[in-house]
């Protein structure tokens, strides 16, 4: 069990560019998950897909963002034309019916 | 609509004292609970899980916590907390038959005194 990686650890972007991540889940893992989390808030739901299939999108997940899940196993989330709000933890979950488990999150900051 | 609250945004304790940070949740269909602990900078380490079954759950660094389906709750408790502790914990819940999209909490930041 080598975690969830996620990459990049930090990044920081000027208002109006795109920004992508990446996200590795454990590789048994056939779910996997985003949350955003905002200084002194807990994880808020993004989209979760199950293999390739985006099953669920929050409405917190405006046009600008998209999430895909090519071949079902890493995953990327892409934010264009960044917003001083964008800035927050972007954090990836995998999981099966027994285990749920977090990488160490991409810290945006977007100036 | 899930929720869950963190009855309390901050505890301090000092060294050695016990801790129960308090979580309820609402829902009216089968939950499964977890309890996070989130260092500055970092992503979410599990401390316990409540799946199924027993409804005392045991986790890593001596922390328990009761699942309490009357009273929806599902308090985290230390007897003896160290300066190492300190950090932001998270509740969070699930709900149906399947693991999937959880609800967090807002968080409770612990702070250990010497």
């Known amino acids: 069990d080598t975690g969830v990686s996620q990459d990049p650890r930090h990044k920081i972007t000027k208002r109006g560019q795109n920004v992508t991540f990446r996200c590795d889940p454990i590789s048994e893992h056939n779910r996997l998950y985003w949350y955003r989390q905002t200084l002194g808030q807990g994880p808020e739901f993004l989209t979760y897909?199950?293999?390739?299939?985006?099953?669920?999108k929050s409405r917190l997940l405006s046009d600008r963002f998209s999430a895909e899940r090519p071949k079902g196993s890493f995953s990327t989330l892409e934010i264009q034309r960044t917003e001083q709000g964008d800035s927050a933890m972007y954090l990836c979950?995998?999981?099966?019916?027994?285990?749920?488990?977090f990488g160490s999150g991409t810290r945006l900051t977007v100036v | 609509a899930q929720s869950v609250t963190q009855l309390d945004s901050q505890v301090p304790v000092f060294e050695e004292a016990p801790v129960e940070l308090r979580c309820n949740y609402s829902?009216?269909?089968?939950?499964?609970l977890f309890w996070y602990v989130q260092y500055p900078n970092q992503g979410l380490q599990l401390l316990l899980k409540y799946l199924s079954g027993s409804t005392l759950v045991k986790g890593i660094n001596g922390f328990e916590a009761e699942f309490n389906k009357s009273q929806t709750s599902f308090h985290l408790r230390k007897p003896s907390v160290h300066i190492s502790d300190t950090a932001e914990y998270f509740c969070a819940v699930g709900r149906g038959s399947t693991l999937g999209r959880l609800y967090f909490g807002r968080g409770t930041q612990l702070t250990v005194w010497p």
């Open positions: 897909f199950q293999n390739e299939a985006q099953l669920e």
């Open positions: 979950a995998s999981s099966t019916d027994r285990g749920y488990t």
């Open positions: 829902s009216s269909v089968s939950v499964y």
